[in-house]
């Protein structure tokens, strides 16, 4: 079934140490977002992707980082997690950055950094 | 500043009545408007949208209308079903799409039995 997978579905890590979370779409879509949901704040962007080879800053990109390697995969790094990156975390895509179209969403994965 | 505001964070209605979920804006860039619904433990799933050019958009059940001289949309389920019970988050994307889908806090909608 095409769509959006992440990896891990959820995580308990300790605070300082580095993670990874996994993204891929099998849809061949041009752009990729990832965002964190934490309660009471709605969905808050943290890094896009236009396309391969690009990636920008959202609205909360402190302490993370991306890379677009290719158009599949789009990983989020953590270097040194911190209790407040606490959260629910969701990948994202479009076919087109600049076209009045629907994102399609991952299942999330459920970060809690202690 | 929050530039999508959904002021009711939740709704509780009676199985078969309207479900009417409100959303506001405050920048007038903004010319496409999405609802996504999203169930526990999954991810948002997209539900409708509205471009600027229009003031109504239907899909079944579902309806979006949007009042831009009040920067206001709103979201009309009916009749409501049990299953329709989620998080609705509105969603507004600035003039010629952009990165950056700029989302409310979402509006918990119950339906009753």
């Known amino acids: 079934i095409a769509g959006i997978t992440q990896a891990p579905t959820s995580q308990i890590l300790a605070a300082g140490r580095r993670m990874t979370l996994r993204c891929t779409q099998d849809?061949?879509?041009?752009?990729m977002y990832w965002y964190r949901q934490d309660l009471g704040l709605g969905l808050r962007l943290i890094h896009y992707?236009?396309?391969?080879?690009?990636?920008g800053k959202g609205e909360v990109p402190d302490g993370y980082s991306v890379s677009r390697a290719n158009t599949d995969d789009f990983p989020l790094t953590l270097a040194s997690a911190v209790p407040s990156q606490t959260s629910v975390y969701f990948c994202?895509?479009?076919?087109?950055?600049?076209?009045?179209?629907?994102?399609?969403f991952g299942q999330g994965t459920r970060l809690t950094v202690v | 500043d929050q530039q999508v505001k959904q002021n009711s964070p939740s709704l509780s209605v009676q199985e078969g009545r309207i479900s009417i979920l409100n959303c506001d804006y405050t920048?007038?860039?903004?010319?496409?408007f999405l609802w996504y619904k999203k169930y526990p433990a999954e991810g948002p799933t997209f539900l409708i949208s509205?471009?600027?050019?229009?003031d109504k958009n239907e899909d079944g059940r579902f309806t979006v209308f949007l009042n831009k001289s009040a920067k206001h949309l709103s979201l009309h389920i009916v009749p409501s079903q049990p299953g329709d019970s989620a998080v609705y988050f509105c969603?507004?994307?600035?003039?010629?799409?952009?990165?950056?889908?700029?989302f409310g806090k979402g509006t918990k909608l119950t339906v009753n039995p």
């Open positions: 994202a895509s479009k076919a087109q950055p600049y076209m009045n179209t629907e994102a399609f």
């Open positions: 849809m061949r879509h041009n752009a």
């Open positions: 992707s236009n396309t391969a080879g690009t990636t």
């Open positions: 920048n007038s860039m903004f010319d496409y």
């Open positions: 509205i471009s600027s050019i229009k």
């Open positions: 969603a507004a994307t600035p003039q010629g799409g952009s990165e950056k889908l700029v």
